[in-house]
């Protein structure tokens, strides 16, 4: 069947934070059956990558299928003022469209889009949202179980401790319940909307937006212990030096310099433990639905904001290093009614561009960078991307960067430091920095001009007014042959 012939299906999503796209590979390291499930029963995308590593940009994206220099959202909301990052008034966001459709909505968990948290007015009739943390309401629940507001957290743990700066908690065990995590409690919240939105007449949509597997990597010590940080293999890339990348990467890399492998390991045990933490709580909302009888005809979509580096490059976190593990996300997408189950499907995709896929639900698309996939997806085909793009405009400090995957081929254009280029096929883990050969000389200049396209195609004024002699760090310009002006942004 495709979706002219069923009706409109209901929609849950769920955004998982800083969740790298390996968790969830066929045969990769997470225990993630809930996750198994729903690709059984549609589709798993290997190459989706995120339009930004940071949170706000790569959820206001989500939101609109806008890169981030088109909706103002570029950097976190609460880490800067609001004249370097505010939503752009008026932009447009799937939810709405639903909600002007007839769609019932409803958002909980992590909300981190844009600084007002009036989530009513884009189209979510009932939320319970919160922007870097938790609220007052989740304290509670915690004093209702007999628990302090934080975890008591036991060993193994580990401490990052620098001068001057304060301790920074990396990962840790607690001996509390799963009912006290913020994941569960959040998921909890979302069951009560679908009880009610499952009973009612009109279609519903639901996103829920864990903080999970985010640092710091504390998980209960039942998930922990599905996990031997003995067992844990290391990143490939794990000893490069970074002797050929920007500085920057090395001067971030030292930020981890007093961790033993051990430590790294342990940080592994801890954030896959999370990962399946998370995968127990879409197992939660899937049964419920099921329950109802509405899970064949609910379009399930699971993602992430961005990645975590989890030890490539001797790295953690994300950031300004450029790397695979932070801008390839996880995309599993469900819609039996309409979209065949089993599908692993290595078309280029973004993470935005669910949001045009969502918004056709309602028959009025976004318009804006993103594609709509259920084409791909109920097979019917339509040209797939040839070109992903993303953007980095720095988080609290500003590195102006851009992002180009074509033909198996990564640029990266660093306004701050000498650019990128890998060959993805030839060198998964990204150590060998091809920028400065000759014999790809001819690639920079080619995927140069591509990302000029783009900048003009979407209005990118950061790069394509920077003409002065100041600015000329590219390979080439944006008016050499056959350039300048030529659209194709996707």
């Given at each position: 069947?495709?979706?002219?012939?069923?009706?409109?299906?209901?929609?849950?999503?769920?955004?998982?934070?800083?969740?790298?796209?390996?968790?969830?590979?066929?045969?990769?390291?997470?225990?993630?059956?809930?996750?198994?499930?729903?690709?059984?029963?549609?589709?798993?995308?290997?190459?989706?990558?995120?339009?930004?590593?940071?949170?706000?940009?790569?959820?206001?994206?989500?939101?609109?299928?806008?890169?981030?220099?088109?909706?103002?959202?570029?950097?976190?909301?609460?880490?800067?003022?609001?004249?370097?990052?505010?939503?752009?008034?008026?932009?447009?966001?799937?939810?709405?469209?639903?909600?002007?459709?007839?769609?019932?909505?409803?958002?909980?968990?992590?909300?981190?889009?844009?600084?007002?948290?009036?989530?009513?007015?884009?189209?979510?009739a009932r939320s319970a949202a919160y922007q870097a943390g938790p609220g007052p309401d989740y304290f509670a629940h915690r004093e209702r179980l007999g628990l302090a507001d934080r975890p008591v957290v036991a060993d193994p743990s580990r401490i990052v401790s620098q001068p001057g700066y304060r301790d920074l908690l990396l990962y840790g065990i607690t001996e509390e319940p799963v009912e006290s995590t913020l994941e569960h409690y959040t998921v909890s919240n979302a069951l009560e909307f679908l009880d009610e939105a499952c009973a009612g007449p009109e279609p519903w949509a639901l996103m829920v937006s864990t903080k999970a597997p985010h640092e710091p990597y504390v998980v209960p010590r039942p998930y922990f212990d599905r996990y031997d940080p003995d067992r844990v293999e290391l990143p490939a890339s794990f000893d490069d030096d970074l002797t050929d990348r920007p500085a920057?990467?090395?001067?971030?890399?030292?930020?981890?310099?007093?961790?033993?492998?051990?430590?790294?390991?342990?940080?592994?045990?801890?954030?896959?433990?999370?990962?399946?933490?998370?995968?127990?709580q879409v197992g939660r909302l899937l049964d419920r639905i099921?329950?109802?009888?509405?899970?064949?005809?609910?379009?399930?979509?699971?993602?992430?904001?961005?990645?975590?580096l989890m030890g490539a490059h001797r790295l953690l976190l994300k950031g300004v290093p450029a790397f695979e593990e932070v801008y390839r996300v996880p995309l599993v997408v469900s819609w039996p009614a309409a979209v065949e189950g089993g599908q692993v499907i290595d078309d280029?995709?973004?993470?935005?561009?669910?949001?045009?896929?969502?918004?056709?639900?309602?028959?009025?698309?976004?318009?804006?960078?993103?594609?709509?996939?259920?084409?791909?997806?109920?097979?019917?085909?339509?040209?797939?991307?040839?070109?992903?793009?993303?953007?980095?405009?720095?988080?609290?400090?500003?590195?102006?960067?851009?992002?180009?995957?074509?033909?198996?081929?990564?640029?990266?254009?660093?306004?701050?430091?000498?650019?990128?280029?890998y060959d993805l096929t030839a060198d998964p883990t990204e150590q060998v920095n091809l920028a400065g050969d000759p014999a790809y000389a001819d690639i920079v200049r080619r995927l140069t001009g591509?990302?000029?396209?783009?900048?003009?195609?979407?209005?990118?004024?950061?790069?394509?007014?920077?003409?002065?002699?100041?600015y000329r760090y590219l390979a080439v310009g944006p008016q050499g042959p056959g350039q300048a002006k030529l659209g194709g942004g996707r």
């Open positions: 069947m495709t979706p002219a012939t069923v009706r409109r299906p209901n929609v849950l999503v769920v955004m998982t934070d800083q969740q790298q796209a390996a968790t969830v590979d066929p045969n990769g390291p997470c225990n993630t059956p809930q996750l198994d499930r729903l690709a059984a029963r549609g589709a798993r995308f290997t190459r989706c990558y995120t339009p930004s590593p940071v949170c706000s940009p790569a959820r206001a994206s989500f939101m609109t299928g806008l890169l981030p220099h088109q909706h103002g959202m570029v950097d976190v909301e609460h880490a800067v003022p609001a004249y370097r990052a505010s939503l752009v008034d008026g932009v447009p966001m799937w939810s709405q469209r639903l909600m002007a459709a007839g769609y019932r909505l409803g958002y909980y968990g992590k909300w981190h889009v844009e600084r007002s948290q009036d989530l009513g007015q884009f189209g979510f920057i990467y090395r001067r971030q890399q030292s930020v981890w310099s007093d961790l033993s492998t051990g430590d790294f390991r342990t940080a592994t045990a801890c954030y896959y433990a999370a990962c399946s933490l998370v995968d127990d099921e329950a109802a009888g509405q899970l064949d005809n609910t379009l399930v979509v699971y993602t992430s904001d961005h990645g975590d280029l995709v973004q993470s935005h561009d669910v949001a045009e896929t969502l918004a056709q639900l309602s028959g009025t698309g976004l318009g804006g960078h993103a594609v709509d996939l259920l084409p791909r997806l109920t097979g019917a085909g339509g040209p797939p991307r040839t070109t992903a793009v993303a953007e980095l405009h720095g988080q609290r400090f500003s590195y102006t960067q851009r992002v180009l995957w074509e033909n198996g081929i990564k640029y990266v254009f660093n306004a701050f430091d000498f650019d990128e280029l591509r990302l000029w396209e783009i900048a003009y195609d979407t209005d990118d004024f950061t790069l394509t007014g920077a003409q002065d002699g100041t």
